[in-house]
């Protein structure tokens, strides 16, 4: 099957998996994309397809006493990974500015999204916190660098799992929004000019090997790491927390959500 054909094949896969949730959870799919290494357009030619979906069920549903699951996971197997956050579960992690949902909500690689989505996204951007933003890029960077490019011989895709955080919070630092989540037009603005080349001869080389590719560590990327590494852990440190406490923009949303604030 060619490359196209096989991509058009998991759209229409993915909208039936989409329906089937519909129809099996009884919910509503508000907005669904790719996350993870396709959306971030440094996929490995066996990576899988990290579906991600946010919903919401009836207005009765939020209201009841029972405990209630705020997740759906719906697949994984080799080709695709399937699960969603609940209306309710979102709006508390854009209260707390997560940087997760915000690639979410900006992915180049959009399966579903409805207006009510668009007006749950707009209430979010006011929560957009760049301390708590850049921490995550950081922690992110630090914990995959120290575990994974150390070695003598290294995957090669975890480079792009350390440079794109760091080049997120750089983005960050100087923009002070959300970071855009395609690696290519991060890097086309925040990696540093002498090292443009060497990254763009690794993103080609890491989208022909398979996920557990590995070649010889790239001791000047290191270094330029380590460096960025000590100067986000002392900027992050010195930044004041700039998280948004009210609530009232997002429980207005949730409440016209689920007609009760109208």
Same mark, same amino acid.
């Given at each position: 099957?060619? %490359?196209?054909?096989?991509?058009?094949?998991?759209?229409?896969?993915?909208?039936?998996?989409?329906?089937?949730?519909?129809?099996?959870?009884?919910?509503?799919?508000?907005?669904?994309?790719?996350?993870?290494?396709?959306?971030?357009?440094?996929?490995?030619?066996?990576?899988?397809?990290?579906?991600?979906?946010?919903?919401?069920?009836?207005?009765? !549903?939020?209201?009841?006493?029972?405990?209630?699951?705020?997740?759906?996971?719906?697949?994984?197997?080799? &080709?695709?990974?399937?699960?969603?956050?609940?209306?309710?579960?979102?709006?508390?992690?854009?209260?707390?500015?997560?940087?997760?949902?915000?690639?979410?909500?900006?992915?180049?690689?959009?399966?579903?999204?409805?207006?009510?989505?668009?007006?749950?996204?707009?209430?979010?951007?006011? !929560?957009?916190?760049?301390?708590?933003?850049? %921490?995550?890029?950081?922690?992110?960077?630090?914990?995959?660098?120290?575990?994974?490019?150390?070695?003598?011989?290294?995957?090669?895709?975890?480079?792009?799992?350390?440079?794109?955080?760091?080049?997120?919070?750089?983005?960050?630092?100087?923009?002070?929004?959300?970071?855009?989540?395609?690696?290519?037009?991060?890097?086309?603005?925040?990696?540093?000019?002498?090292?443009?080349?060497?990254?763009?001869?690794?993103?080609?080389?890491?989208?022909?090997?398979?996920?557990?590719?590995?070649?010889?560590?790239?001791?000047?990327?290191?270094?330029?790491?380590?460096?960025?590494?000590?100067?986000?852990?002392?900027?992050?440190?010195?930044?004041?927390?700039?998280? &948004?406490?009210?609530?009232?923009?997002?429980?207005?949303?949730?409440?016209?959500?689920?007609?009760?604030?109208?």
């Amino acid at each position: 099957m060619k %490359y196209k054909d096989f991509e058009g094949f998991i759209e229409e896969l993915v909208s039936l998996k989409l329906k089937e949730i519909e129809e099996t959870e009884h919910v509503k799919i508000l907005h669904a994309v790719e996350s993870g290494s396709r959306a971030w357009g440094f996929a490995s030619p066996d990576s899988d397809y990290e579906v991600r979906f946010i919903y919401m069920r009836d207005q009765k !549903y939020y209201l009841g006493l029972q405990p209630r699951q705020d997740f759906i996971d719906w697949e994984l197997d080799e &080709t695709l990974d399937i699960n969603g956050w609940d209306l309710s579960k979102t709006l508390q992690h854009f209260h707390k500015s997560n940087a997760t949902l915000f690639e979410w909500a900006n992915s180049p690689v959009v399966y579903r999204t409805t207006p009510e989505w668009r007006q749950i996204y707009a209430a979010a951007e006011k !929560y957009f916190s760049r301390k708590s933003a850049m %921490y995550h890029y950081y922690g992110t960077a630090r914990k995959n660098y120290h575990e994974h490019l150390t070695d003598e011989y290294v995957k090669y895709k975890k480079y792009f799992y350390v440079l794109r955080p760091v080049l997120a919070c750089r983005w960050i630092e100087k923009k002070v929004s959300p970071p855009p989540v395609l690696f290519e037009e991060l890097a086309s603005e925040m990696l540093a000019e002498d090292l443009k080349d060497v990254v763009n001869q690794l993103l080609e080389t890491k989208k022909q090997m398979t996920e557990s590719g590995k070649g010889p560590r790239i001791d000047h990327l290191n270094t330029y790491i380590e460096n960025q590494l000590i100067y986000y852990k002392a900027t992050i440190d010195a930044m004041d927390d700039d998280r &948004t406490p009210d609530w009232e923009i997002l429980n207005q949303v949730f409440l016209n959500l689920l007609g009760v604030g109208q």
